[in-house]
Structure formats: structure tokens, C-alpha cells
């Protein structure tokens, strides 16, 4: 709970991923893939509630392997076509048929297992001192980004210095953690709102696994320490 906020956190994880079958809970430095999600969250004071909301055994079995909570999740909720939302309405309706009430809602996409714990919190807290209901999280890049017409390249600022230094840095929407004020997400079935503000994280924490590569690089970081996620 933050500020008599109760705070709920959503791991979705459906068991249909075709890019890397089996994904959630592929080899991960010796863990499953959710694995990761699961302690960053667990060391949350904050979190009133962590469950992982998936139409998959295997991965419910991990997670009760883990202690973690699982809701089930109704099969039309775990196809290429469903959206987030869809997921996290179909949790949300499910704990209130049980009198369980929330105020916010975390979304920890178990395909970001390099995310802290401190953004974990640092999210939260923005979504509820915030006058907005809901928060994106980015990353910065100062990368010279452009579009390809015609295969010619054309830079998106015209003119951008040649020194990184001296760019103005752009950021990029992550897909590490999302928070939403519950009330808004019913009404509007959608965590986007006018207005966004914005969660800056570690560019090092925005690793989302999407690909066999992903995979590996994720594995060499949590394997060797190079990065902690607690």
C-alpha cells in the first residue's frame, strides 16, 4: 500500500508465444524467464498483492513453485488478438468476484526481467502522487533516429549534430512496468491517457525479450552480475 493506495501487480503471461516458443519460462542464468519478475517484485513493500495472470499449467505450476499467486486466465484472453487490458480486466473482475478491491494496477511484463525493484517503486509512486491516472515507462537514447524513404535515410531532427554529446536525447516507450489507477482502466479499458508522465528508467532495465538474442544477452547479465535486479 502507498498513501492508503492498495496496489496490485500483474505478471500476464500467456503460453502462447510463437516468436520463442515457451518464452516465460525459458533458461534465464539458471531461473525460469518469470522468475525475474517474480523477486524484483517481491521485494516491493508497496505491492499488496502479486499475481501472475496466465491460460498456461507450466507456467502456474512455476509460479506456485515460487509461492506466487496465480489467477487463471479464460482461453480468449491468451490469443495474439487480446490486448493487455483485456488480461488485466479479466484479473481485476476475478479478485472482486473474491472481495478482493484494489486501487492501482501494476503491469510487470515478465519479458523484462532486468527491471529493479526501486523502479518498481519509483513507478507507483508516480502514478499515485501524480494528477494523471496512469504512467509510461521510457528510456533515453541519444541515437541519431530516422526514417527510410526510398532507402534514403532522413533523420527525424534535421540537421542533428554529428557529436553525440551535443544531440538532444530522445526517449523511448518500455514495456518494463506500467501503472494505472483501476477506476480509469474500467472506464476506459485502455493504461494510455492524455497527458502521459513519463518514468525514466535505466536504459540497461528497458531489455525486453522478443528474440533467441534477447535471451542470451539477458542470460550474460544476470549469469556474470553485471546488472542486479533487486
Not at 39 to 46: F, G, H, L, M
Not at 196 to 217: G, Q, R, S
Request: net charge negative; with cysteine.
Amino acid at each position: 500500500m502507498y498513501i492508503n493506495k492498495k496496489v496490485l501487480a500483474v505478471i500476464p503471461a500467456r503460453g502462447g508465444s510463437k516468436g520463442i516458443p515457451r518464452k516465460n519460462i525459458r533458461n534465464v542464468a539458471g531461473k525460469p524467464l518469470i522468475y525475474w519478475s517474480f523477486i524484483s517484485a517481491q521485494k516491493v513493500n508497496e505491492i499488496d498483492a502479486l499475481v501472475v495472470s496466465t491460460d498456461n499449467e507450466e507456467i502456474a505450476s512455476v509460479a506456485d513453485k515460487y509461492n506466487v499467486e496465480v489467477v487463471p486466465r479464460a482461453k480468449e484472453f491468451g490469443t495474439d488478438e487480446a490486448s493487455t487490458e483485456d488480461a488485466l480486466l479479466y484479473t481485476i473482475e476475478s479478485l472482486e468476484k473474491a472481495g478482493r478491491y484494489f486501487d492501482v494496477v501494476l503491469v510487470l511484463e515478465p519479458t523484462s526481467p532486468m527491471r529493479s525493484a526501486e523502479t518498481i517503486r519509483r513507478a507507483i509512486k508516480l502514478c499515485v502522487d501524480s494528477s494523471s491516472p496512469s504512467i509510461v515507462p521510457v528510456y533515453e537514447t541519444i541515437e541519431n533516429i530516422g526514417v527510410l524513404k526510398d532507402g534514403v535515410f532522413s533523420p527525424i531532427v534535421p540537421n542533428s549534430p554529428r557529436r553525440r554529446q551535443l544531440r538532444e536525447p530522445f526517449y523511448i516507450e518500455s514495456s518494463t512496468v506500467y501503472a494505472c489507477e483501476i477506476p480509469y482502466l474500467k472506464k476506459n479499458k485502455t493504461l494510455v491517457c492524455s497527458d502521459w508522465p513519463a518514468l525514466i528508467i535505466p536504459a540497461d532495465e528497458a531489455i525486453d525479450i522478443n528474440i533467441e538474442k534477447d535471451l542470451e544477452i539477458a542470460d550474460y547479465l544476470l549469469s556474470y552480475k553485471k546488472f542486479n535486479p533487486i
